[in-house]
């Protein structure tokens, strides 16, 4: 059963830094990884969606990486502003079309 | 603007009730599914459904139920069965089903269930 990790839980930095989130899965085996934003008590926004032929995939600040071999996805987020604050959240689709979500990673970006 | 609508926000319910959480979408999407979020946890799939008439258990289905009858809704039943309800419940939409992998998940704004 496909496991997926996000480290760490929560992360809190300064205005206009550059960061980086991890996403790991036990599976290496996938057709697909996605990462969200969810917001306080809403709902998720799709931010990328990455193809298991594809290494990265580019959205204005956001920059998401995939290296299958090693079961692990990176969001990085360029010049942080306090309006990215959120829950991130990444899901790998398997093979057999199974979707299977991190419990996130808490970011909140200080003015 | 499409979208997906869930109602209501918030639910309170006392212990033995069945309650049922509404999801309509206007995005003309084949495929819809219920999600469950709890603190610390990444979401469960509920019940998916592919078609009209149709749908399938997901990982945590026991306590509950769904339908699909019309295209833009996929109501989900809370039932009395369900020993801990407690938790955020998430609504998404999809052109294609589980068997469509490129197809992204559109997700409406949640429905927060308090069992008293």
């Known amino acids: 059963k496909q496991e997926v990790t996000q480290i760490p839980a929560a992360l809190s930095v300064p205005e206009g830094e550059n960061l980086v989130l991890n996403c790991s899965f036990t599976?290496?085996?996938?057709?697909?990884l996605q990462w969200f934003r969810q917001d306080p008590g809403k709902g998720l926004t799709s931010l990328l969606l990455?193809?298991?032929?594809?290494r990265e995939q580019t959205s204005g600040r956001l920059n998401a990486s995939l290296d299958k071999s090693s079961g692990r996805s990176t969001l990085y987020i360029a010049a942080s502003q306090p309006g990215d604050s959120a829950t991130y959240l990444c899901?790998?689709?398997?093979?057999?079309?199974?979707?299977?979500f991190g419990a996130g990673t808490r970011l909140t970006v200080k003015p | 603007d499409g979208g997906i609508t869930q109602s209501p926000k918030y639910l309170f319910r006392k212990e033995g009730q069945n309650v049922t959480l509404s999801c309509e979408q206007n995005?003309?999407?084949?495929?819809m599914y219920w999600y469950r979020q709890d603190p610390g946890q990444g979401l469960r799939l509920i019940y998916y459904?592919?078609?009209?008439?149709?749908?399938q258990k997901g990982d945590i289905a026991e306590g509950y139920s769904v339908s699909r009858e019309k295209k833009e809704s996929f109501p989900l039943t809370v039932t009395s069965a369900q020993k801990n309800p407690t938790a955020f419940y998430l609504c998404?939409?999809?052109?294609?089903?589980?068997?469509?992998?490129?197809?992204?998940?559109?997700f409406g704004a949640g429905s927060r269930l308090t069992v008293l």
């Open positions: 998404a939409s999809s052109f294609g089903g589980q068997l469509s992998g490129a197809n992204v998940l559109t």
């Open positions: 599976d290496s085996a996938i057709y697909n």
């Open positions: 990455i193809q298991s032929s594809q």
């Open positions: 899901a790998v689709r398997a093979r057999n079309n199974d979707m299977r």
């Open positions: 995005l003309n999407h084949d495929a």
């Open positions: 459904s592919q078609i009209v008439n149709d749908f």
